[in-house]
């Protein structure tokens, strides 16, 4: 029995879905496959992926292939309530609602495995993490499984070196179609995307400090640039910090950028960066806001404990008065920016990531696999390619036979 905010909202969920499918022609392309070959008759899936319209198309493309679903999101306020409704309308198991506390987050993961999945299907690895501290006796009907992000597979290769992890997990992210495209032009444009809805703001003239210059980063640091801002980047890796020099942004410690920062963005997958002595010393009217996966990327503790008065002064913002009169806007509680005040990424890059995801699923169910973090195949990647460029309508060039042949040979020279 599903458990979702409020039926009422199917019909506008609905519209919402049949609006990501129209603008997500590979994955639909994978459905009408997947509906004549049942690939996955009989396979029962657990999803804990943000609870959007992009995901519901992905859940209804894997029942299309014959498989029984029950989901719940992966981050307490990303779920879109209208969406959720129209999928549990439909049949579909459905244990998800914006502003979930910590506990209800924790139950509704445990009641999609009380149905027993046999994949999994993660962006950020509650599921799996779950099953491995928890939920150990799942593990003999588990097949495998599929991770969505970058966070989530720095962890479960942590589990697969200490010889933790016991089923296998495709690496979805890995994937080139994935996070080139999901990473960088997703996280990119939804990122401010979320801040402007949130707040409005210009991002002409401002300093905006981004902290990670991996995909995202990259992407977020291209479209604040692209909009007339000064970017900061904030790096601990040498080589991408030299990257984002390169790419013309200023780089240095958040120490110093602390002061000089107007909008704030962190998305570094890591935690702590952002503390309490970052924000004393920020200009007053500040933006932070996080599009990294997990909340831990901004100290909202060490905040409140300078804050003097605390309101919602709009939707996902939160105006911290300091104790010396500083103000400070903290948006969607810490939380990523991008789906808790936006939409996620556009349907068009979700499109590639969950045509990756549908067809690692039909690959785990098909393949009896190792207990470990495994690439997505280069066939499938390749495939995701092509069918994508074949939706847009683009050709490219083909090698000849000469050229094929001077690539798989070492005996030409100058
Ligand atoms: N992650 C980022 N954007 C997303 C979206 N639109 N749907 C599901 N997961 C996402």
Redesign the pocket.
């Known amino acids: 029995m599903s458990q979702v905010k409020d039926m009422g909202l199917a019909s506008q969920g609905r519209n919402k879905i049949e609006w990501a499918a129209d603008h997500m022609p590979v994955l639909m392309k994978i459905r009408d496959e997947f509906q004549q070959t049942k690939p996955l008759n009989g396979a029962k899936v657990g999803f804990a992926?943000?609870v959007?319209k992009?995901?519901a198309v992905l859940v209804e493309t894997l029942i299309a292939g014959g498989a029984e679903v029950a989901i719940t999101g992966c981050n307490p306020l990303s779920t879109q309530d209208d969406v959720a409704a129209a999928l549990a309308k439909e049949g579909v198991d459905v244990y998800a609602w914006r502003g979930e506390t910590n506990q209800e987050y924790y139950d509704n993961i445990n009641k999609v495995l009380d149905h027993k999945p046999q994949i999994t299907i993660d962006?950020g690895a509650d599921l799996i993490f779950t099953v491995h501290k928890k939920r150990t006796e799942l593990l003999d009907e588990i097949m495998g499984g599929c991770e969505?992000t970058t966070t989530g597979i720095i962890r479960l290769r942590a589990m697969e070196k200490d010889n933790a992890l016991k089923y296998p997990v495709m690496a979805t992210n890995d994937a080139d179609t994935k996070h080139m495209f999901?990473n960088h032009y997703?996280t990119g444009q939804?990122t401010i995307d979320g801040i402007l809805r949130a707040t409005s703001v210009l991002f002409a003239g401002k300093n905006v400090v981004v902290a990670g210059y991996g995909w995202c980063g990259r992407g977020v640091a291209a479209r604040a640039e692209g909009m007339g801002s000064n970017v900061i980047v904030t790096e601990v890796d040498p080589t991408l910090a030299l990257r984002a020099a390169m790419d013309g942004h200023r780089v240095m410690s958040m120490d110093e950028a602390a002061a000089l920062g107007d909008i704030f963005i962190t998305v570094t997958g890591d935690r702590d960066i952002i503390m309490r002595k970052h924000f004393d010393k920020m200009k007053s009217g500040a933006v932070v806001a996080n599009a990294g996966h997990f909340n831990i990327e901004i100290d909202t503790e060490g905040l409140d404990e300078i804050t003097k008065e605390k309101k919602d002064i709009r939707d996902n913002v939160t105006q911290h008065t300091l104790m010396d009169e500083r103000k400070i806007y903290l948006l969607a509680e810490g939380r990523l920016v991008?789906?808790a005040a936006a939409?996620?990424?556009p349907?068009e890059v979700?499109d590639m990531s969950f045509a990756n995801q549908a067809l690692a699923s039909k690959y785990v169910w098909e393949n009896k696999l190792e207990a470990q973090v495994h690439r997505i195949p280069k066939e499938i990647d390749e495939r995701v390619a092509k069918m994508k460029l074949d939706t847009m309508g683009v050709e490219i060039d083909k090698l000849t036979d000469a050229q094929r042949k001077y690539l798989e040979s070492w005996e030409e020279g100058t």
């Open positions: 992926l943000h959007t992009e995901t962006d969505e999901d997703g939804s991008n789906l939409e996620g990424h349907s979700m």
